[in-house]
């Protein structure tokens, strides 16, 4: 089935909003084994929309429009899409008494122009929204069933997921017991772990099992997508797999499905009834940031400090700066201190000697990491190329994911695929 995406708005048009509805439309549809053919922007032009939906309707079996549902004079997609279709806009009293009532539940007064939001093509099946006024809305074009989307994210992906995606699997005739499975590392680069699973999908002799990546430094996902004749099916099919997946990955598996290793950590640290302290250099407090703000944290987060000097640190920990580069054994000290400074069960310390000049292809930093509890103290150095961003968000996985290996029981040094070995990478 082809699939065609149209975004509409001059703020998207101009590149002054970045079009993440698009690559998360994309994705959603990929994990289902859909994808999308052809994606265009269109800016805020009744024309230019006519056209691009006129074009879409004789080239693609469907369509998401995403955008151009609101209340404002811009907002075109209602009036374009009944001009396309060759039918009358009329008011939906069904949608209108809704928002109204979304409205009055929040104690304010629908303002006359969100009216206009419930003025739909007469021909159209409504797509709920249950949690805004702009509802969406299927249509024929041409030979395309067209799907009209909001623009605000947390609407359109509750939509996609819950009534565009079905509608569109029963329209391809795939089958739809459909499983995405998930896995998330850190360390280990794309082409690395396609070759470490280089023919885990032969395990399904029948091809309904298919393996693919998303890379999103510092993390990897890796994905698979499996079909069957009910879910049960399904789970049997991805067992194998999944097994060996695990098997060949090994440590470098941080979290699977919706877990995140912020998350991870945090249960380890729950199941203990520890507590956490961490010390920051460079990493504008993203490690502290990763974890504290999470339910349940408020029981484990003891205290955070943060600093680009490493004599600040040490102060805010009751230890004397050490003369020299930091090594580990900065870091193992900066940890003990820390956890007996704020009472703490455990201790993270993150401290980064930065090359200084500007950003190139070789600059770098040097990370020393820590983690201390009363009666062990765990440590490792890494050496991370590639510019100043690079660098702090390396720390800041390196940083989460030597924590959970340490509460995991794992070595917390393993090469990455991501440090450049220096002879004392370790």
């Known amino acids: 089935m082809r699939i065609e995406v149209i975004c509409t708005g001059d703020e998207v048009l101009s590149g002054k ?35 691009a939906f006129q074009l879409a309707g004789e080239r693609a079996d469907a369509v998401i429009v995403n955008g151009g549902l609101g209340p404002t004079v811009d907002d075109l997609s209602q009036e374009v899409a ?10 939906n009293e069904e949608w209108l008494t809704k928002m109204e009532d979304f409205f009055r539940r929040r104690s304010r007064t629908m303002p006359p122009n969100n009216r206009k939001q419930a003025m739909l093509p007469t021909t159209a099946e409504v797509i709920d929204n249950p949690i805004g006024t ?51 590392s850190y360390g280990l680069g794309e082409s690395h772990v396609d070759a470490l699973l280089a023919g885990v999908e032969a395990l399904v002799p029948d091809g309904s099992v298919k393996l693919g990546f998303r890379a999103h430094y510092p993390q990897l996902e890796t994905k698979l997508t499996a079909r069957g004749r009910d879910m049960d099916d399904v789970r049997k099919k991805l067992a194998p797999v999944e097994q060996e997946i695990r098997k060949r990955l090994g440590n470098f598996i941080l979290a699977e499905d ?39 944290a408020e029981k484990v987060f003891r205290r955070g400090v943060l600093s680009r000097d ?46 200084e000049g500007a950003d190139r292809i070789e ?37 989460l994911d030597c924590l959970r290996r340490f509460l995991q029981s794992l070595p917390v040094w393993e090469r990455t695929d991501f440090e450049k070995v220096d002879g004392g990478a370790r």
């Not at 820590?370 to 390196?398: H, N, P």
Request: charged share 20%; with cysteine; net charge neutral.
């Open 17 to 51: 909003i970045v079009n993440t509805n698009f690559a998360h439309i994309s994705q959603k549809l990929e994990d289902v084994g859909l994808s999308v053919a052809w994606e265009t922007t269109v800016g805020d032009d009744r024309e230019s929309l006519l056209r």
């Open 310 to 355: 490493l004599g600040e640190v040490c102060a805010a920990v009751g230890l004397d700066a050490p003369a020299g580069e930091i090594t580990r054994e900065t870091a193992e000290a900066v940890a003990r201190a820390a956890r007996q400074h704020t009472g703490a069960t455990h201790a993270l310390a993150v401290l980064i000697d930065l090359d």
């Open 82 to 91: 009944a001009q396309a279709a060759g039918v009358e806009l009329a008011l």
């Open 134 to 184: 702009a509802c969406g809305f299927a249509i024929d074009i041409g030979r395309a069933r067209f799907f009209f989307t909001p623009g605000v994210p947390r609407e359109l992906k509750r939509m996609l997921e819950e009534q565009i995606i079905p509608r569109l699997l029963a329209k391809s005739g795939l089958q739809t017991a459909i499983q995405l499975k998930r896995f998330h």
């Open 258 to 296: 919706d877990q995140t290793l912020e998350g991870v950590v945090l249960a380890e640290l729950t199941r203990r009834q520890a507590t956490l302290a961490i010390v920051e250099m460079f990493t504008s407090g993203q490690v502290a940031a990763r974890f504290a703000h999470l339910p349940g």
């Open 363 to 399: 600059f770098g930093g040097t990370i020393c990491l820590a983690i201390a509890t009363v009666g062990d103290t765990a440590s490792r150095r890494s050496r991370i190329v590639g510019g100043r961003e690079w660098v702090r968000l390396g720390a800041v996985e390196m940083a």
